[in-house]
């Protein structure tokens, strides 16, 4: 396949920009080989500068589950711009889009708008220390919860996928405050709760992990979390930046039944431009500023064009039959793609939540950090080439989930699955 333009600008920025990009895992670091410069797209297929034409999984890293550039959201988004970009002050969009999220998410009673995933984390955190009167926050070995410094540890692809285990810059005293257990382990995570319940203001999940590619909690883990953080009074946090209208219209605490006391919601919600969110019950949101006296704020939060396009998205979600139709397919090509492995022989252990799938090149069971670093990566970088030139673009990295649009066709997810039997075949 032509990589010419996409070989000059990644040269061009490598000069300009940090590793030539403005997200680590573009700089396909960990499957080699130059970054493709994305030129438009449309539906499930996205082309490069070079001209290829790519049937897209990676949709952004999540946020469009409508495909790329949905007529109507497109046209919300351009009735939008045409009255003003921002404000700086209330708009009605930004009600409207509160009113969709807190009536789709259970445990959502309010919510405040921000400017990306991170700074929804970041907030929720303040939030929960500042609720909890405590310090310590708990997460999870490969879940990434965004980049702010206390998070950074332990945090999965990006960081999992450059090796580089904490980032420099993250304050020891800043990284003391957040204990990890591995992923599912009840055991573990028990004996952390005992051990620092007094300090201890919050556990942040991401009630699937997408981040370590994509790994299933146990059928009791978020039950559990439920159960024991209620019991020691400590704030139950869902990261739901990805599961968030993407694994139900509710996120995975309709799914699975389970309600956070705080919700992290970012990528689908914006509709494809930048957006965050982070809400839950009324009483612990009465204590953001200017209701309370935990300071947040943004220039651009509640962004008119951002909200528009987020409202348009969500009552696309709404309809009738979508997340069954993306159920069907998603199973399609989980099926498909299983398959073509069995046939080959090669170790492939699968996972899926709805239209998030995984799969990785070990014999498995996957269902944490360490077992999901015994995939082989070599491999995956070889299945990752060789499916980008039969026209299928597959996350650059072995621990990124793959994520399906409702615009993907059966017969796209065929080709897929055909290109799959011939690529396994060649591992
Ligand atoms: C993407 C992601 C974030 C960070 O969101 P940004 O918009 O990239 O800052 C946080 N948590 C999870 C689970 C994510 O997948």
């Known amino acids: 396949m032509k990589t010419k333009k996409s070989g000059v600008l990644f040269k061009s920025a490598l000069s300009l920009i940090p590793g030539g990009v403005n997200s680590p895992v573009r700089a396909f670091k960990s499957v080699g080989g130059t970054p493709l410069f994305m030129k438009r797209a449309k539906g499930a297929v996205v082309e490069d500068v070079d001209g290829?034409?790519?049937?897209?999984?990676?949709l952004s890293w999540g946020p469009m589950i409508l495909g790329h550039a949905p007529p109507s959201v497109l046209k919300a988004i351009t009735g939008a711009i045409k009255q003003g970009t921002s404000f700086g002050a209330p708009c009605e969009g930004e009600v409207e889009l509160a009113k969709l999220i807190v009536q789709s998410v259970p445990s959502m009673e309010q919510v405040r708008l921000v400017n990306s995933g991170t700074e929804a984390v970041m907030s929720a955190i303040r939030l929960a220390r500042g609720y909890a009167k405590r310090d310590a926050i708990l997460k999870f070995e490969g879940c990434y919860h965004g980049h702010a410094d206390h998070l950074l540890v332990k945090a999965g692809s990006g960081v999992a996928t450059l090796g580089i285990p904490d980032s420099p810059g993250v304050p020891e005293s800043f990284a003391r405050q957040t204990l990890t257990a591995p992923y599912n382990n009840f055991k573990a995570t028990e004996k952390l709760i005992h051990k620092?319940?007094?300090?201890?203001?919050?556990?942040?999940?991401?009630?699937?992990?997408?981040?370590?590619?994509?790994?299933?909690?146990?059928?009791?883990?978020?039950?559990?979390?439920?159960?024991?953080?209620?019991?020691y009074e400590i704030l139950l946090i869902f990261d739901e930046v990805i599961t968030g209208f993407r694994v139900h219209l509710g996120g995975a605490q309709a799914r699975f039944n389970v309600q956070p006391d705080l919700t992290c919601l970012g990528k689908i919600i914006g509709g494809g431009l930048p957006i965050g969110a982070y809400g839950g019950k009324k009483e612990i949101m009465q204590m953001v500023a200017p209701a309370g006296p935990v300071y947040q704020a943004g220039t651009l939060s509640g962004n008119p064009v951002a909200v528009a396009a987020g409202i348009e998205t969500i009552r696309q979600l709404k309809k009738p039959g979508v997340y069954k139709e993306l159920e069907q397919k998603s199973q399609q090509l989980a099926e498909g793609l299983g398959d073509a492995a069995k046939k080959s022989g090669i170790p492939y252990f699968q996972t899926r939540v709805g239209s998030m799938l995984g799969g990785f090149f070990t014999e498995g069971p996957v269902t944490d950090y360490e077992s999901a670093?015994?995939?082989?990566?070599?491999?995956?970088?070889?299945?990752?080439?060789?499916?980008?030139?039969?026209?299928?673009?597959f996350a650059p990295s072995q621990f990124e989930a793959a994520f399906l649009s409702t615009t993907h066709t059966r017969s796209q997810i065929r080709q897929t699955i055909s290109a799959a039997c011939d690529v396994f075949a060649s591992l």
Do not use: C
């Open 196 to 231: 620092h319940a007094q300090n201890l203001a919050a556990i942040i999940v991401e009630p699937v992990a997408g981040n370590m590619g994509v790994v299933l909690p146990h059928e009791e883990f978020l039950p559990w979390l439920r159960m024991i953080t209620k019991k």
């Open 52 to 58: 290829n034409q790519l049937l897209d999984y990676v």
């Open 373 to 393: 670093k015994k995939s082989d990566t070599a491999r995956y970088a070889k299945f990752f080439h060789r499916m980008l030139e039969r026209g299928t673009y």
